[in-house]
């Protein structure tokens, strides 16, 4: 069993992120170097102790917001600049409330720039998230049947949610159409139409998802003689645009839903029904399909009655 | 129904529990008439096994008779009322392991493959009352048990043989077997044993039974040495004497052809410094087993011989003596046991009387005193071998 995910990042060669890399550079380094004069220039006439640390500390994150749009560029660095322009916002009206009068001019011109800047980053911020990371997986699994009788049994599409975690229907619509109901993470359901771009008995079938899908994804499974008349190599890859991008990756990996993982389990359960007939289950985990998720699991024993129905639902 | 649980280190308890339903069209509950403990449920107790859950039931030898059979199994191959002895790795007969006669490697039984696999590189069966790693299996140190793929794994008793005779078919004798089997036994061989606990003693008796021409027992309790003797075989103790000396002397020099190492990851050693090395290893869990038996067995085996490990080991060592391995041509054998592979064969010897599996036993207790039946085993007390439970 193996799996790999990738991901792609046009965010490198991007204008609007370059320059605000750039914008942060140039607004750090002073900071940074020259506290004092900074807050000045702002409207602070002596500036403290505080407002010297609390204006250098402002240029480290500036710099490393920098560094990371420039050198590891990343949707998160956008956000994280969004964050930092309202802490500045947050600052400069505490500023403008405690005034004693001196530099008030200074710092509402500040105050309004910080507000043009932050517009631009909330725009870069969204669109550059919202342009979501295309997400590549892959697969592969060898069952002991030949490739004729495993592509015959992928492509009855209602039975994928017998092994596919995530998948809660696929509806058969028309001869090349379907419709397809997931759980994302946090429980949120999402629902596409789908096309089969091709299917080639014992050699492959591709999907794809219709124009205007939660989701754009597409998939194909591919079935190879394995040698020595040992069965079938499948291998899946699934492509899609994960929502949220990156972020989306992580938020899904921190709740445990990695996707590499479910696809891997997904093809063990695949491997399971064809080769014994059913998903198998144990006292652990008697739910079959979700064995993974329940880590930590139920201690192995028999089950009550309650959670014998709910086992069996 | 009663039933013997996991409650945490060192600490097991007879509770009731709910009676198993079928989960999977070819499942059969079985009502155990006798079941046992087995030395790795030790390691299980001793908590080395990781993802153990409390109130987890124990046991992976037992047998019975089929009260309930789920409706993908035809009634040629099973029914009510038959008598089977249930083998402890759970197979489906039908993938690429199986079919090479790899039941314990089987590939759709565990449904924590992903969690095993991290553990050994690829996922390993599922096997009853032996930690979520090996699937959450509920286990047979109960009155009934759910037994998966039934119709692919149970031997079913057809003669009057008494469960004493035929229990350990699930586990222990055809354990001992394949590790006399592993070692390729030739006419002349002699062949050293690791370990006198029941699997150790099954491993002897079934070298002889493969034509080894000495067998020779090392252990540090006397009662099992002794036990061991009884049956014509040269016992050597560890804790009197120099293993890798003994042996020289009682092969003129030339070292056992063939090693069995039935002890595996809680091995002690005779001097007690390289013990304490190994167990302090262990404790902060820089290595999780304790390989004495089986360092020994690989510096003690002749050139060219065979070291055939049925000892449970479950993640890593320190210092295997790999340089004495490799420029000595030896062969290292393992495995968990295929025991669907051995049955059959071995339920043929127990007929024919070549082998005596009761010879173990020493304590018949019922399940209510599981508890104190893991107390004397693990402790090797009232000379303890093998404890046998009744529902």
Known sequence: MKTDIRSASGLRHDPLVRGLGWASALLGVPQVAAPAGFARALGVERPSIRHRSATAAVGVRELAAAAGLLARPHPAWLWGRVGGDLMDLAMLGRALRNHDGRGLGRTVAATAAVTAITATDVYAAVTRTRRSTPMELTATTTVTRPPDEVHAFWSDLTRLPDFMAHLDEVRVTGPRTSHWRVVAPFGRAVEWDAETTQDVPGRLIAWRSVDGADIDNSGEVRFTPAPGDRGTEIRVTLRYDLPGGALGAAAARYFGEEPHQQLDDDLRRFKQIVETGEVVRSEGAPGGKQARGEFPQRPARPLTEDELKEALA | ?391
Not at chain 2, 129 to 138: D, E, I, K, P, R
Not at chain 2, 230 to 255: C, I, K, M, P, W
């Open chain 2, 1 to 391: 129904m009663k039933a013997n649980c996991w409650t945490g280190r060192n600490s097991v308890e007879v509770q009731h529990v709910p009676e198993p339903s079928i989960l999977n069209n070819r499942d059969a509950i079985v009502r155990i008439t006798s079941t046992a403990i087995c030395g790795s449920d030790l390691h299980l107790l001793d908590g080395y096994v990781p993802t153990m859950e409390k109130g987890d039931i124990l046991g992976h030898e037992f047998m019975g008779e089929v009260v309930e059979v789920g409706p993908g199994i035809s009634h040629d191959r099973l029914r009510v009322g038959d008598r089977v002895v249930v083998p402890f790795p759970i197979a489906c007969g039908a993938c690429a392991s199986c079919r090479a006669e790899l039941y314990s490697c089987c590939e759709n039984t565990n449904p924590n493959a992903g969690v095993s696999e991290k553990f050994f590189g690829h996922p390993t069966a599922g096997i009853y009352g032996y930690s979520h790693l090996t699937g959450g299996f509920a286990g047979g140190q109960a009155e009934y048990a759910r037994v998966v793929l039934a119709d692919a794994n149970v031997l079913k008793i057809e003669s009057d043989l008494s469960d004493e005779q035929v229990l350990f078919l699930s586990d222990i004798l055809p354990t001992g077997y394949m590790g006399a089997d592993m070692c390729d036994i030739q006419r002349g061989d002699v062949v050293a044993v690791w370990g006198a606990g029941p699997v150790g003693q099954f491993a002897m008796d079934s070298a002889r039974v493969l034509g080894a021409e000495k067998v020779i027992a090392i252990d540090k309790e006397a009662y099992r040495l002794d036990m061991a003797e009884a049956q014509g075989y040269t016992a050597v103790n560890f804790e009197s004497a120099d293993v890798r000396s003994a042996l020289l002397d009682l092969t003129g020099g030339r070292g056992p052809d063939k090693c069995i190492d039935a002890v595996g990851m809680e091995a002690v050693h005779g001097a007690s410094h390289i013990h304490l090395y190994d167990r302090a290893k262990q404790a902060v869990r820089s290595e999780t087993d304790r390989p004495h038996a089986l360092r020994q067995a690989v510096l003690s085996c002749r050139s060219g011989g065979v070291v055939s490990v049925i000892g449970v080991y479950g993640g890593l060592i320190d210092k295997f003596p790999a340089g004495a391995w490799m420029n000595r041509s030896l062969t290292l054998r393992t495995g968990q046991c295929h025991v669907q592979r051995y049955m059959e064969p071995l339920l043929g010897l127990i007929e024919q009387g070549a082998i005596d599996p009761t010879r173990v036993i020493t304590h018949r207790l019922p399940l209510a005193e599981a508890p104190t039946g893991y107390d004397l085993f693990k402790n090797k007390q009232d000379d303890c071998e093998k404890v046998v439970l009744s529902p």
